[in-house]
């Protein structure tokens, strides 16, 4: 079994930065892809930023300049920094961790709220 514990979302003014943070416990020898997906009210869940374990990354459009994933290796722990975060980046963010070769696991979700 997999625990995914997110933190770090909330309110936050259009121009303003969070950080959110995923730690990762349990059965998780081998994990590969760790990455962050957002699912706004009406709309389809989307990846916005994923990390394998040699540091590649990728970026959704939308967020390239603004967003950086990064991840702690040593800690199992992956990141995003936010920042000139606009009312559209509004949405429910979901940690997401994939184990080769079929294990995924997704955490509970932190809302992220970016209104003036």
């Known amino acids: 079994q997999v625990q995914l514990v997110e933190s770090g979302g909330g309110l936050v003014q259009p121009g303003g930065s969070l950080r959110l943070s995923c730690a990762a416990s349990?059965?998780?020898?081998?994990?590969?892809?760790m990455g962050w997906y957002r699912q706004a009210p009406g709309k389809q869940r989307e990846l916005v930023a994923g990390?394998?374990?040699?540091?590649?990354?990728n970026y959704a459009d939308s967020v390239k300049g603004r967003f950086t994933i990064s991840r702690d290796n040593a800690k199992n722990t992956v990141y995003l920094q936010m920042n000139s975060l606009k009312p559209e980046d509004t949405a429910a963010y979901y940690c997401?961790?994939?184990?080769?070769?079929?294990?995924?696991?997704w955490g509970q979700g932190t809302q992220v709220t970016v209104s003036p």
């Open positions: 349990g059965n998780i020898f081998g994990i590969s892809v």
């Open positions: 997401n961790v994939n184990i080769p070769p079929w294990r995924t696991y």
């Open positions: 990390v394998t374990s040699n540091a590649t990354t």
